[in-house]
């Protein structure tokens, strides 16, 4: 059974940086969409940045400039860049990727299990 493996997360301070990355275990046949979601406490889960097979990038407003999305097609990884983090980015961050485990089956919407990242101030 496949499962998204995430790591990266961790406690830094305000203007800090973190890299987040994102891999799915077990066998596939290919993936489509990639991408990462938060959720902060009290909060609905938001979209934070996408990348599609082909490398387009997609961003909420309030990352652009900060984070930088980018995939390993080779390696089946996406990474989350995250800098001159602020303490509002603090929540709990999802990766997620649309994989097709057989050619002969459609995409399907895999979820990472979450990492916690903390910005303190």
């Known amino acids: 059974q496949v499962q998204l493996v995430e790591s990266g997360g961790d406690l830094v301070q305000a203007g800090g940086s973190l890299r987040l990355s994102c891999a799915p275990s077990g066998s596939i046949f290919s993936i489509n969409a990639m991408g990462w979601y938060r959720q902060a406490p009290g909060k609905q889960r938001e979209l934070v940045a996408s990348i599609t097979d082909s490398g387009s990038t997609d961003y909420l407003d309030s990352m652009k400039g900060r984070f930088t999305i980018s995939r390993d097609n080779a390696k089946n990884t996406v990474y989350l860049e995250m800098n001159s983090l602020k303490p509002e980015d603090t929540a709990v961050y999802y990766c997620?990727?649309?994989?097709?485990?057989?050619?002969?089956?459609?995409?399907?919407?895999?979820w990472g299990q979450g990492t916690q990242v903390t910005v303190s101030s």
């Open positions: 997620y990727m649309q994989i097709k485990i057989l050619s002969r089956l459609p995409p399907r919407d895999y």
